[in-house]
């Protein structure tokens, strides 16, 4: 579901900056590469995402990208790399895993005057809000 709310809020989109051999390292570890070959290299420092991809794939291995998220305190796991010296500066979009109620997205929704069974409505497709007498 594409979520057009949530791009309107402050942690929308953001950026980190982390010792590029550091984060080499680290992902040559998890896809059991040589932090050294060149086309791992290019592989890490020129990755940019089409969306939000679950995983970095190399040589037939692959990590979860929310591994990298976790490790490098990240704000998400959606984030595109440039190098920059002996830094890689990380572009990221959202704040969390991307499933369920985004509270970014949910508190401009509530700004702009929705109410919140049609908060819930929208990240919650199909289902709908009843008292709980009304189960019984």
């Known amino acids: 579901m594409s979520d057009t709310f949530s791009l309107e809020g402050d942690k929308a989109v ?3 900056t982390i010792d590029k051999e550091a984060f080499i390292s680290y992902i040559a570890g998890k ?5 050294r070959d060149a086309n791992f290299r290019v592989a890490v420092l020129e990755y940019k995402p089409l969306g939000r991809e679950g995983y970095f794939s190399f040589a037939g291995r692959r990590m979860k990208w929310r591994d990298v998220r976790s490790h490098f305190n990240l704000r998400s796991a959606w984030f595109s790399v440039e190098e920059n010296g002996n830094s ?3 572009h990221g979009r959202g704040f969390g895993h991307g499933v369920g109620l985004s509270q970014e997205g949910a508190m401009v929704m509530a700004r ?3 109410g919140y ?3 819930l409505a929208h990240y919650f497709a199909q289902t709908h809000v009843v008292s709980l007498g009304d189960v019984r």
């Open 88 to 90: 890689v500066i990380l």
């Open 117 to 119: 069974k049609s908060i």
């Open 112 to 114: 702009m005057g929705f």
């Open 31 to 35: 896809v059991n590469a040589n932090p």
């Open 14 to 16: 953001w950026t980190k």
